[in-house]
C-alpha cells in the first residue's frame, strides 16, 4: 500500500530540522534541500479521470497545494536555521541582489491591488513563494558565502544526481514505477514515458523532463569539477568515473532537451578563458530574451505562418516522424495564451488558473509567470537568474584564482541550463536557487566596514593581506592565517 504525501511531509519536518542539530548549517542546508527533492513526492495528488492533467503545474508555482516537496524543504530549513543557527542572521546584510527575490514573493500581493477580491489567494500565494523561492535563496546567502562552500554545494548536486543513477537504470527498463509504488498516483508518470530505448525515467521527479535536468546539472558539475581539478572525489567516487556516469545516464533518460543543453553547455565548464565566460552569458540571455519577445511579436500569426513557410513545414514533419512533437505542441500551447497575458501585462491576473479561460494551459514557466504577476513577476524572475550571471561576469574580469574563476563558470552554465529549459518547462528545481544565491555571494564586492576619514585628513592607507588562492570553507580561514604571521618590529 503506498505510503500518504501528507503523512510522508510530517515525517520530514523533525527530519529536516533535526540535520541543522547534527550538522553545520551549509551541511545542514544542502543535505535538506537537495535531500528533500530527491526523496519527498511532489503534493498530494488526487487521481483523475483525464489522461492529461494539464491543470497540475510545477510545484515551482503556488496553486492550490501548500504542502509541497518546495514548501516543506523550505519550512523545515528555515525552521532548522532559526532553532539552532539564529546567531547568523546577524550578519546578513541585504543587497540591491536580494531585491528581485523579494519583488517575486511580494509579487502576488501587488497584483492584488489590481484585483481586490483576490487578496486571500494573493496572501497564500505570497507565504507560498516565501518558503519555496525565499527561504532557499535566503539562507544560500547567509550559509554558501565562500568559494569553499560553494564548492560543497556543487559537490552536492553531483552527489543528488549520483543517487539518481540506480533509479534511472531501473526505469528505463521497467517504466516509471517507483513513484506510484512509494507514494500512488503521479499525474505525469505515463506522459511521454515511451521511448527509442525503453522508457523514460522519472523517479520521485515531477515529471520526466525535470530528471532529465537534474541529471544534466549534475553531469555539467562533475565535468566542471574534474576537468579543473576541482575536486578528485565524491563519497568515495573518482570525480572523473561520477562525470562519465552522470553523463551516460543523462542521454539514457532520454529527455532530448537536457541532453541537448548539456552538450550546448560544456565547452563554457571546459573553458578556463574569461571571454567564454562573456561570449555564453550574452548569448544565452539575448536568446532567451529574444525567443521570448519573437513569441509574444508573432503569437497571432505563428500557426499561420507554419502553414506557408517550407522550413516550418519540414521541420514540422520531421519532428512527427520520429514521434517528438512535444516540441511544436508546447509551442502552440504557449502561443495560444500568450494574448490572454497580453490583456493584462503589468500585475497579470494575480491567479494560477489565468490560463483556463483560454485552451489547455501554457508549459514555459516565464508565461504562467507573466500571466500570475505580469511583468513585474516575470521580471524579478528573470533577474533572480541573471543577475548572479552578471555579477559572476563582472568579479571575474580582475579574478586571478583560476580555481574560484572555474567554479562561477560552472555555475553560471547550471544557471543558464535552468533558465534556458524553463522557456518550455514548469518544473523548476529550486534547490539549484541555493547555488545561485552562492554565486552572488562570492560575486558581489563585500560592503565596507571601514569608517571615513574626518574632513580634511587623508585615509590611512591599509596594506593588503596577500590573496589566498586556495579554497576555504570558513570565512575566517584567511584572516586567522594573517593574524598568525609575525609582525615586523616598529
Known amino acids: 500500500m503506498p505510503l500518504s504525501p501528507f503523512v510522508v511531509f510530517l515525517v520530514w519536518i523533525p527530519i529536516g530540522i533535526y540535520l541543522f542539530r547534527r550538522l553545520p548549517a551549509p551541511q545542514a542546508l544542502l543535505a535538506n534541500c537537495f535531500g528533500g527533492w530527491a526523496i519527498l513526492p511532489g503534493a498530494c495528488y488526487i487521481a483523475q479521470g483525464s489522461s492529461i492533467p494539464y491543470w497540475v503545474e510545477g510545484d515551482s508555482l503556488p496553486t492550490t497545494f501548500l504542502l509541497t516537496k518546495a514548501t516543506v524543504t523550505g519550512f523545515t530549513a528555515l525552521a532548522g536555521f532559526a532553532l539552532f543557527h539564529s546567531p547568523q542572521f546577524r550578519h546578513f546584510r541585504p543587497r540591491r541582489i536580494d531585491l528581485p527575490v523579494a519583488i517575486l514573493c511580494a509579487a502576488p500581493l501587488l497584483s492584488a491591488i489590481a484585483h481586490p477580491g483576490a487578496f486571500p489567494q494573493a496572501c497564500f500565494a505570497a507565504f507560498y513563494l516565501a518558503l519555496s523561492w525565499g527561504a532557499p535563496w535566503l539562507l544560500g546567502r547567509i550559509c554558501l558565502t565562500t568559494p569553499g562552500l560553494l564548492l560543497k554545494a556543487a559537490k552536492a548536486a553531483v552527489l543528488a544526481g549520483l ?221 533572480i537568474l541573471f543577475l548572479p550571471i552578471l555579477a559572476a561576469v563582472a568579479s571575474l574580469k580582475a579574478e586571478r584564482n583560476a580555481a574560484r574563476r572555474q567554479l562561477a563558470m560552472a555555475i553560471v552554465a547550471v544557471t543558464l541550463m535552468i533558465a534556458a529549459d524553463d522557456l518550455l518547462n514548469s518544473a523548476m528545481i529550486l534547490p539549484y536557487l541555493l547555488l545561485f544565491a552562492g554565486l552572488a555571494s562570492i560575486s558581489i564586492p563585500p560592503p565596507s566596514t571601514l569608517p571615513r576619514p574626518p574632513a580634511g585628513k587623508a585615509p590611512r592607507v591599509v596594506r593588503p593581506v596577500s590573496r589566498v588562492t586556495s579554497f576555504s570553507a570558513t570565512p575566517s580561514a584567511a584572516t586567522s592565517a594573517a593574524t598568525s604571521a609575525p609582525r615586523p618590529r616598529a
Open 163 to 383: 543517487c539518481y543513477v540506480p533509479i534511472c537504470l531501473v526505469e528505463v527498463v521497467t517504466g516509471p514505477q517507483l513513484y506510484a509504488f512509494l507514494y500512488g498516483y503521479e499525474p505525469y508518470r505515463w506522459i511521454g514515458a515511451e521511448r527509442y530505448l525503453g522508457f523514460r525515467p522519472i523517479g520521485l521527479m515531477e515529471d520526466g523532463n525535470q530528471l532529465g535536468i537534474w541529471m544534466a546539472a549534475a553531469a555539467l558539475l562533475a565535468v566542471a569539477l574534474r576537468a579543473h581539478q576541482l575536486a578528485k572525489r565524491v563519497a568515495g567516487i573518482p570525480m572523473g568515473v561520477a562525470a562519465a556516469v552522470l553523463a551516460a545516464t543523462t542521454v539514457l533518460c532520454q529527455s532530448v532537451g537536457s541532453i541537448l543543453l548539456l552538450f550546448l553547455l560544456l565547452p563554457l565548464t571546459l573553458s578556463t578563458r574569461r571571454s567564454t565566460l562573456r561570449l555564453y552569458a550574452a548569448l544565452a540571455i539575448l536568446g532567451i530574451v529574444g525567443f521570448t519577445l519573437l513569441l509574444v511579436a508573432t503569437h497571432g500569426s505563428l500557426r499561420a505562418a507554419s502553414q506557408h513557410n517550407s522550413i516550418l513545414q519540414t521541420l514540422a514533419a520531421i519532428l512527427a516522424k520520429s514521434g517528438r512533437g512535444s516540441l511544436s505542441w508546447r509551442l502552440a500551447r504557449d502561443t495560444n495564451h500568450i494574448g490572454l497575458a497580453l490583456h493584462r501585462p503589468l500585475l497579470g491576473y494575480g491567479s494560477w488558473a489565468w490560463w483556463q479561460n483560454g485552451d489547455v494551459r501554457p508549459w514555459s514557466l516565464w508565461l504562467l509567470l507573466f500571466g500570475m504577476y505580469g511583468a513585474v513577476g516575470l521580471l524579478a524572475f528573470a533577474a
